[in-house]
């Protein structure tokens, strides 16, 4: 039977999070309950496209579609530290033709987006190897990186940390207390502190990180932890989402004038005891301002590289695009 390759909307979510569950590129930021959070809290409509063989579901990309005007946008969501292009797993096969058979399966995606949107940006997960489609057909590219840390064995993580973390988690351990969750709007203003404090711009404006964080909260896959001095008072706090097999530090809040205290190390030591006997893995989020990743450096993670791809359909998609997310910046 000769293959009919097609892409189509997937309009089936519990198909689709299934087919993401199975992915070795899936994580929970491509799920449909992610993608719909994210989509009311930073505008425009969800959309997951399918590359579908003889009817079956081979790979596929999920994205926020956004219209300026007369142009059109497909973007990962804003506080997702993953998405982009999966794929169907593939036991069985040599390396060789599972190679050959995803390149096939992003050929087809990467034409379909780029005819029909004038601007894609995705960041796609650790688990995507191969950018070469992307790079074959134009796109530009580039790389980051997050630390991954093997929890299964918390005796184990412990010896792996440097002597300055452990050092800095008893001291801790002996001052603060771990407690539960604070409103958003607290956890809000403890987010901005991090970025005021090292003069950089806001990566969202807030209310539209609230509502992210909001409409996170009200799922099953999230929650918050903070950090609490001998006063009582917040110093720290941690939002952790995760899937079947890996939990990941997804966004964080503290006062900067108490980190020497080790509130943030301990917010980490404490997500890998509390995980350790329900996921593989501690995902860190992140890995690319040079002071978050020396202390990330600190807990024994692997450097894990992640790419990020993008097209403009012309220099006149790519002026006008710019200008749209500059005025939209501004008004935040």
Known sequence: MAKKITVEKVENTSLWDSFVSSSPQGTVFSTSRWLNAASKAQ????????????????????????A?????????????????????????????????????????LTDYLRTHYNNVFLVHSPGLHDIRPFTWAGWTDNVRYTYIVDITDTEKIWDMLERRVRTVIRNAESSLEI????????????????????????PVGSKVFKAM????????????????????????????????SCVYAWVSGSIPEKNASGAFSLLFWDAVKRHSSV?????MVGANIRPIAFFKKGFGGILTPYYVTEHYSSQISRTAMKAFSWIRRFKR
């Open 43 to 66: 505008g425009g409509e969800p959309c997951i496209m399918g590359v579908w063989e003889n009817k079956k579901l081979v790979a596929g990309v999920s994205f926020i579609h956004i």
């Open 68 to 108: 300026r005007g007369p142009f059109k946008k497909a973007t990962s969501p804003v506080l997702t530290p993953y998405g982009g292009f999966i794929y169907c797993p593939d036991p069985g096969k040599r390396a060789s033709e599972a190679e050959g058979v995803n390149i096939t399966y992003a050929e087809y």
């Open 179 to 202: 407690s539960g969750p604070v409103d958003t709007e607290h956890f809000t203003g403890l987010y901005e502190q991090i970025y005021h404090n090292r003069g950089l711009p806001l």
């Open 213 to 244: 964080v909001d409409n996170i909260l009200r799922t099953d896959i999230a929650e918050m932890q903070t950090v609490r001095d001998g006063r009582g008072n917040v110093i720290s706090s941690m939002i952790t989402v995760s899937d079947s």
């Open 279 to 283: 996921h593989k893995r501690l995902d």
